[in-house]
C-alpha cells in the first residue's frame, strides 16, 4: 500500500516525535519552520515551552512513522516514508506500507 502524506501530517509526525522525545503532549509542540535544501535535505525547527528543537530528514520520517502507528495502527516495521519537496505542491511524504510482500 502507498500512501502521499500532506505538510499537516508531516507536522503532526513532527510533533509526535517530540512529544515522545520529550514526554509531554503532542499538542504542546509548535513547529515553526519545514524546509528543504537539495544539500542538506529536509530540516524541521520546533518549539514546546521555552525548549528549541530541530530535526533533520531521519527524525522527521521517524516522527511521521510513530504517527501513523499510534494514531493509525500502523506497522512500523514494515512502513517506510520518502519525504518530498515540490516548489509548486510544497511538502509531502510518500509513505509505502508492506510493499516488500506485495
Known sequence: MRLILNEQ???D????YISN???????DVEVK?????KRTGFFAEATF??????LMSDDISEGIIQ??????NFNPDV?????QFDKKKGFSALVFVNEAEE
Open 9 to 11: 501530517e508531516i507536522v
Open 13 to 16: 509526525g513532527i510533533c509526535v
Open 21 to 27: 522525545e520529550e514526554d509531554i503532549y503532542p499538542e
Open 33 to 37: 519552520e519545514l524546509s528543504y535544501n
Open 49 to 54: 515551552g521555552l525548549h528549541h528543537k530541530q
Open 67 to 72: 504517527f501513523l502507528e499510534e494514531y493509525h
Open 79 to 83: 512502513t517506510v516514508v520518502e519525504l
